[in-house]
């Protein structure tokens, strides 16, 4: 298994900010992945954080939007930039190990 | 593009009785997971099927996966109060040589009353 900590768990954040959540895990892993959860929704996957190379992007998700950085192979994070009350979600991270995805506990994001 | 339906999306139950939520998708999977999710939490991840045929069980919940009718079941067995949660089914595609990126079903809210 894998445990994987979030910060910040939650935070209220004013509109045309931008805020960023942190991921780490207790093992190594390749690839990191974030997901969105708006309120009452199912999750989608936002990009695909590899370590040494830039981010993949699903359709309806960008770079300027949702930067993410990977410095090492325990570590991601991801800033919402400039944000409007739509982006008030919770935002998972998420990794791959031992053959199951396992996620982060979650930042609930509220933008007003 | 894939797809991925539960049906229902709400379920009342009583305790002791039994149900089953079922997960549609709409193409060739690598791996199907089942999620659990309490309000305001995160997900926990119940079960991982990886092939045809293959059946999980864990307490009072079971799931199933058929490959060819691309569909996959978790039935819920006497049930109790303590199963009320929110349940997702997702969908992995293999991605080069990796897993992950998952497509979720809209997730079942499900209620036990006495």
């Known amino acids: 298994s894998a445990v994987i900590s979030q910060k910040p768990s939650r935070d209220i954040c004013q509109r045309g900010t931008s805020l960023t959540i942190q991921c780490q895990v207790d093992s190594q892993v390749t690839m990191m992945f974030w997901y969105r959860q708006q309120p009452g929704q199912s999750l989608t996957l936002i990009a695909t954080a590899n370590q040494g190379s830039e981010a993949t992007y699903e359709s309806g998700f960008v770079i300027d939007k949702f930067p993410i950085s990977r410095p090492n192979l325990t570590f991601s994070t991801l800033t919402v930039s400039n944000m409007s009350p739509e982006d008030s979600s919770i935002y998972l991270c998420?990794?791959?190990?031992?053959?199951?995805?396992?996620f982060g506990e979650g930042s609930r994001l509220t933008v007003l | 593009e894939l797809k991925v339906e539960q049906n229902p999306l709400f379920l009342s139950m009583q305790e002791g009785k039994n149900y089953t939520i079922y997960c549609n998708y709409s193409?060739?999977?690598?791996?199907l997971y089942w999620y659990r999710q309490d309000p305001g939490k995160s997900l926990e991840s119940l079960f991982v099927l990886l092939s045809n045929g293959a059946v999980k069980q864990e307490g009072r919940l079971m799931a199933s996966l058929d490959t060819k009718a691309r569909l996959s079941t978790l039935h819920i067995t006497a049930a109790v109060h303590d199963l009320s949660a929110t349940y997702f089914c997702?969908?992995?595609?293999?991605?080069?040589?990796?897993?992950?990126?998952?497509?979720f079903g809209q997730g079942t809210i499900l209620t036990v009353h006495p």
């Open positions: 998420s990794v791959d190990a031992t053959g199951e995805l396992f």
């Open positions: 997702a969908v992995d595609i293999r991605s080069g040589t990796s897993y992950g990126k998952l497509t």
């Open positions: 193409t060739t999977s690598d791996r």
